[in-house]
Nanobody
């Protein structure tokens, strides 16, 4: 069975950085999309960033563009999210998601389209 396991969350001061990782197993990525979402308690699940596995093409939400970078490591079958210049509003549980087949970048922000989800990793940003 496919598994996604996030790691790297923690407590950071506003303006600081964190690097999240998502380790994937039981998946192929030649025609897949990997993404990061986040969700604060009582809030809607929010798209953060996505990467097309084959090409490495990336897509970001407006709220994180220029601050966050999503990348892939084919050898380790991992997807990373480098988060810089963190803001208190970035605090949330961050989830890794995987889509088995191709979807357009115009659909990346729809969480219901993804096939697999990790357990989440907590990111806390202090003022």
């Amino acid at each position: 069975q496919a598994e996604l396991v996030e790691s790297g969350g923690g407590l950071v001061q506003a303006g600081g950085s964190l690097r999240l990782s998502c380790a994937a197993s039981g998946l192929t990525f030649s025609s897949a999309v990997m993404a990061w979402f986040r969700q604060a308690p009582g809030k809607e699940r929010e798209f953060v960033a996505a990467i097309r596995w084959s090409s490495g093409g990336t897509y970001y939400s407006d709220s994180v563009k220029g601050r966050f970078t999503i990348s892939r490591d084919n050898a380790r079958a991992t997807v990373n999210l480098q988060m810089n210049t963190l803001k208190p509003e970035d605090a949330a549980v961050y989830y890794c998601a995987a889509k088995k087949v191709y979807i357009s970048s115009t659909n990346y922000h729809y969480p219901n389209l993804y096939d697999y989800w990790g357990q989440g990793t907590q990111v806390t940003v202090s003022s």
